[in-house]
């Protein structure tokens, strides 16, 4: 039998990087998932990298209504599900005095709003024992110039963790964290699209991180999944991959 047979999974923001790789890992090992995504280009492209049997949904994490009609398609296709990994999320970096109103705004509906209403809309679709885990970020716990409103907004996230873990437990869903720090993501690329500035941020990020590497999507997923499915009496903890950088 497969580690994840006859598991139902929903992960917002999975056509690429983490979210891909858990997708990816979850189908290897027999579960049934649905992905989301914003982009067209990454939508199909995940359809070709995890296969048929994916349900890869153009949904705006940002969106209450698509977060709406996608607890619908959610209920149409599976019923009920085991899993909700709440993985959307985005940075856009910006030193105090060039933070906007809309730059504000963006960081806090993608990072903190939208989750809260997916996990709002998606909870009752969760089974008795399933599972619910949110990403956040090491700039929720460290000060990274130019973070300020990503790092709020998944402090934000972080605070949810707790509250939402303590709401669920008369259902016996767990609600769980995990914390990245740099991975080796397309993010980085759009986040900085000037290739040597790209590089420049890389290595001087390496210089930060005390086992001296950024981590991987698969390592991501490994853990979201721990916290998913082994990691039984684990409720409202947020679990750090980061190389060790937000203890070290």
């Given amino acids: 039998m497969q580690r994840y047979e006859n598991k139902k999974v929903v992960i917002i923001g999975g056509t690429s990087g983490m979210g891909l790789a858990t997708a990816k890992m979850l189908m290897d090992e027999g579960a049934r998932v649905l992905v989301t995504g914003r982009a067209q ?28 009609a996608l607890a619908l398609r959610v209920k149409a296709e599976f019923d009920t599900i085991d899993l909700l990994f709440v993985n959307a999320g985005f940075s856009t970096p910006a030193p105090l005095e060039s933070v906007t109103e809309a730059i504000y705004d963006e960081m806090f509906n993608l990072n ?71 991975i080796d993501t397309p993010i980085l690329d759009k ?25 991987t999507s698969e390592e991501i997923a490994k853990s979201g999944l721990f916290l998913a499915f082994d990691a039984t009496f684990t409720n409202g903890a947020e679990l750090p991959v980061d190389g060790g950088w937000s203890h070290l």
């Avoid at 349900?55 to 698509?66: E, Q």
């Avoid at 290739?195 to 990020?205: D, G, L, P, S, Y």
């Fill in 41 to 68: 280009a990454g939508l199909e492209s995940a359809q070709q990298e995890l296969g048929k049997d994916a349900f890869v949904v153009l949904s705006d994490a940002r969106s209450l209504t698509d977060i709406h």
């Fill in 112 to 182: 903190a709003k939208g989750p809260f209403f997916a996990v709002q809309r998606l909870a009752p679709l969760i089974n008795r024992g399933g599972s619910i885990v949110l990403t956040t970020s090491v700039a929720n716990v460290k000060g990274l110039p130019g973070q300020a409103t990503y790092g709020a907004a998944k402090a934000a996230l972080r605070s949810f963790a707790r509250t939402l873990a303590v709401e669920l437990l008369p259902r016996e869903i767990r609600v769980n964290a995990v914390s990245p720090g740099p």
């Fill in 191 to 215: 986040v900085f699209p000037d290739k040597n500035v790209a590089a420049q941020v890389r290595e001087k990020t390496i210089g930060m991180i005390p086992m001296k590497r950024f981590g």
